[in-house]
């Protein structure tokens, strides 16, 4: 017998787990990073100067220390539970259930596909949060952010030094970047503009193209993770209206996957309460003989904890 409201068929949850769109696709999980926590839970921020202001350290011979106090800000937060639901009727999954099955391949269990719908469209909208708040000039701070206009931009072959901006601007941070996160087009342009190319490649050239791990290496970066996914923004029964979920822009973090829970800086980090949810229940109202409800949703919440460990070009290319 159930014990909750909302039973979870294990086989589902299993499906949703471990459903995941190409990693070249969906990048919120390694821009903000997971952290297990309650559902509501409290982080401290301290003040950055506590651990740059040196006090007189010299101790006399028989005087006392110099006595400090550290204090930090607690947060009170609490993750929030995002989630989507497909009713499918029982005539589908009845058809399903007895058509013949190929040894391979075949028609999907339409409850298995409902689940990966959903999942994904879930997950792109956890990506479209991360990348309007990470590609957003009101994150950071007047010293850490610029907007390219014109021959500043990075798709001005014959003007622009994105070279020169990048390393200027990763000198910035108390914490030096060691992560990029650039919009597929501006990846594109910046990975063919002769400044890096010329940089890369240790000789004078006009025209290329160069490796991520190349671009990482000369930058001196981890990791740099391309926003490639697509999102939809006509409305339902329109024609699709197809952007980037990532814009033009071109942020260096400060990632530290174990930072939040060891008390280390990192720009910022996810709160994740329990597991994703998946699962099904009887749905009698619907159809003639009855639906099956799915769903898939999470409890989440977009932390930015350290924004000044940042710095963000907006409008890096045109």
Known sequence: MATTAFPVNQELTAISMAYRNPAHTLIAD?????????????WTKYDLAQGYTVP??????KSEPTQVDFSGVPVNDEVQDWGLDDVIPNDEIEAWNTMPKPERGGPINPLHASTMFLEGLVQLDREIRVANTVFNLNTYGTSNKQTLSGTSQWSDFATSNPLDAILTALDIPVFRPNVAVLGQQTATKLRQHPAIVQAVKGSAQTRGYVGLPELADVLGLKKILIGAA???????????NMSRA??????FLCVDEMAAQTG?????????FGTKVAGDMPEPKKGLRGST??????????VISAADLGYYFANAVA
Do not use: D, M, Y
């Open 30 to 42: 390694e821009v903000l990073v997971r952290v297990p926590t309650a559902k509501k839970f409290v």
């Open 56 to 61: 007189n350290t010299h101790v006399g011979r």
């Open 293 to 302: 409800l799915v769903r898939n949703g999470e409890s989440v919440k977009e």
């Open 230 to 240: 697509f999102v939809n923004n006509a409305r339902k029964g329109q024609a699709a």
């Open 246 to 251: 990532w814009g033009k822009g071109a942020a």
């Open 264 to 272: 280390q800086p990192t720009f910022g980090w996810t709160a994740q």
